[in-house]
């Protein structure tokens, strides 16, 4: 299982916390920020994770506010010459494989992943030697040089119908590295799935006990959840989807309420969408409790209006410019196209 101290040693290296600024300053910085990017010929790339006036920027500048396989199509098709990804590393690494000739910067390179930390891709390269008879498929969520050692990559959102495919295939499966979504992948499909064993930090605080409280004083709620999360969560779902897919079940559902077990940066888009309804975070700590609900990625809070545009003023990027090895990149490129590939496929199957 991934470290916990592992990753608190991570976070207190860091220096990306984003300071509280004047609503007037809040100002400055969008406008100047909108200014650079014109400047620039650069776009905007936000993951739902990040905050909701990262969010606004994106869109009010023409950029896009998506999940990761989004984010990834949407960076590859653009026009603009540089990237701006708000989001985490792997996001940034994924933008620069898929579009070499961009640049890409992110707002702070500190920006990671509890996934990405906990799967180095030494010892997983060792782990799949290990295992020669099966498929390699890492989750997005993962460093260029794990990718580099996959036969696929995939995201959430089509990470069942993947698997899936390739049971049918008759192939075994090696998955890595969240262990949740692994087990949950299994479940689905039946597939022969063996997991690496690494979690997402945010996910995995989520707690069953605690989404059942807070449905009985409130049930008429739907339990949406991400399938990062645990199993014991996944059960008492109500939908089970990427961030994208928890989205479109909201619209869906004629729930005026949802309890939502994923990051609380999804609720600017959810509620954006669907003003008239009510979401709720799912509770992380159980009763009694200081913290009720934790549900935000610490490495996507690192993404604010201050670094963006200290990104955008300086040619170089502050050193925040996402450098992928080609030997690297070009192997990566492989499993991440039959992703891409993969995904419209099934986008033209089930628009
Ligand atoms: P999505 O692929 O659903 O955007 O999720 C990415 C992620 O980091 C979830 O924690
Ligand atoms: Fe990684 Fe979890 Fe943060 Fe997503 S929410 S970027 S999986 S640590």
């Known amino acids: ?5 592992q990753v608190r040693e991570h976070l207190a290296g860091t220096t990306a916390a984003q300071p509280s600024l004047s609503d007037e300053a809040r100002a400055h910085y ?10 620039r010929n650069a776009v905007l790339v936000a993951h739902y994770y990040t905050d909701p006036e990262i969010q606004a920027l994106a869109e009010a500048t023409g950029g ?18 540089t990237l701006i990804v708000a989001g985490v590393r792997f996001m ?11 640049r890409v910067f992110m707002p702070t390179l500190e920006a990671t992943c509890s996934l990405d930390i906990g799967c180095p891709a030494d010892t997983f390269s060792s782990f799949c030697d290990q295992h020669p008879d099966r498929t390699v498929v890492v989750y997005a969520n993962t460093s260029a040089a794990v990718k580099a050692r996959a036969d696929w990559v995939v995201t959430s959102s089509i990470a069942v119908e993947l698997i899936d495919h390739l049971d049918r295939r008759g192939e075994k499966i090696l998955w890595a ?8 992948v299994r479940e689905r499909t039946g597939a022969d799935v063996l997991c690496w064993d690494g979690e997402c930090i945010v996910h995995d605080e989520f707690k069953a006990k605690g989404i059942l409280e807070l449905k009985a004083l409130h049930p008429e709620a739907a ?8 199993a014991s969560v996944v059960e008492i779902a109500d939908v ?24 609380r940066g999804i609720f600017y888009k959810m509620q954006q969408l669907m003003p008239e309804k009510r979401f709720m975070a799912a509770p992380t700590a159980g009763n009694g409790a200081t913290c009720r609900s934790c549900a935000h990625c610490p490495w996507m809070a690192m993404n604010g209006l201050e670094n963006t545009l200290a990104v955008l003023n300086d040619a170089n990027g502050c050193g925040q410019e996402i450098h992928v090895d080609s030997v690297i990149a070009e192997r990566a490129l492989v499993p991440l196209g039959r ?6 496929e099934l986008k033209r199957q089930k628009p």
């Open 1 to 5: 299982m991934m470290q916990r101290e």
């Open 30 to 39: 969008r406008e100047r920020i909108a200014e650079r990017l014109i400047a």
């Open 64 to 81: 896009c506010v998506a999940d990761s396989l989004e984010m990834a199509r949407f960076g590859r098709d653009h026009p603009a010459t």
């Open 92 to 102: 940034g690494e994924t933008a620069k494989i898929l579009s070499p000739e961009k």
């Open 177 to 184: 590295p969240d262990r949740h979504l692994g087990a949950y």
């Open 223 to 230: 339990v949406l959840v991400h399938p990062e999360s645990p």
């Open 240 to 263: 089970v989807g990427s961030t994208s897919q928890l989205i479109a079940a909201a619209q869906k559902l004629d729930n005026p309420t949802f309890i939502v077990a994923t990051d």
């Open 339 to 344: 992703m891409l590939d993969f995904g419209a």
